[in-house]
């Protein structure tokens, strides 16, 4: 591939998380996809001379989005769940009465992996439309073979379908299937010794998962599937605090997982092991939004330890319906109080480390893919503090 030069640009590298001050005047220089040069312009080098040029008349460019935590492959939708709580069921209530994620199993299975992907095409395009170029997926709606791998194929095929890459989470511990109901330790040893083996050989997951909670699974029984899966190669990441306090954090921690997620209930011990572990803490604010949850993550104790925070839109059909990074980065700011530089580092580099893909993607710096975003407007603080306004311009990745 030739070259392309990027010019005229005002630049928030993301190279220091805590710095958006743009650079004036700067260029970018993508070979083969990879940045070769991001700076000034005055310091580019001869190889941009025979460049493809786009002027990019002064607009603010970012590090292309980076939503870390997903579950865009699913099938149907909750909006009559969604009215049953409006009524005043609680999400509890409704999972132990056989809705919630259990409901979407159903749906999913029903659904054909060509039907999962063409419904999670329209919700990626939301995504891409707001200036994402990589996003996670993850499976936990299927908890059959059949299914499970067909929605991991299906995740696949979102990132041969679009220019996104993809990054699949296997999510076996998710919900116990109706049909294991009275069977759990048969269902938790199928999957440590059946259903992860089979995902794993296909090459269909780049990291598990799983829901650790009152209504979901222990941290006994997660123990068990992460160590299954370290052998195969796969890190860890967890829903962990979301609803109680159960030791998730530190046990994602002891597993060295890539990242926690939600942490509403999550305490100092769980923020000071994640630290020294190296976890991202993901945020979730479009959860806590739909649960009307009141605890909030506790975002001093993150910051006071060093521990570094994503930001990611959940988006799934039960508890976070949303398909707007944007938004995300505004909830985050505002139900959260992360500062505007915590937010888009939430959707860039730190969620790149959650990912495992520091080196490759999430800043604007030399080596890694020329991923990005490129918007109408003069400070980043418009990107977080706008609601439901999307001014991006373009978007590259790798490049094009
Ligand atoms: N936590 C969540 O918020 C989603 N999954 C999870 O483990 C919700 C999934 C759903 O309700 O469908
Ligand atoms: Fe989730």
Redesign the pocket.
Known sequence: MAARLFRNARLVSMADPADLVPVERAAILAVDGRIAYAGAESGLPDAARDAETIDLEGRLVTPGLIDCHT?LV?GGD?AR?FELRLAGAS?EEI?RAGG??V??VAATRAAGEDGLVASALARLDRLIAEGVTTVEV?S??GLDLETELAQLRAARRLGRGRKVAVSTTF?GL??LPPEWRQNRAGYLAWVRDALLPAVAAEGLADSV???C?GI?FSPAEVDDFFAAARPLGLPARL?AA?LSALGGAALAARHKALSA??LEYTNEEGATAMAEAGTVAVL?PG?FYM?RETRLPPVDLFRRHGVRMAVAT?S?????PLTSPLLAMNMAATLFRLTVAECLAGLTINAAAALGLENDTGSIVTGKWCDLAVWDAERPAELVYRLGFNPLAARYWRGE
Request: glycine share 8%; proline share 3%; net charge negative.
């Open positions: 579950h699913y909750r769940e999400y999972a919630g994620i409901a979407t993850k936990g709606y999510l998710h919900a998962d799983a829901f909670e979901a829903h979301q997620d939600h979730l959860a649960l959940d799934n059909p039960g508890t976070s």
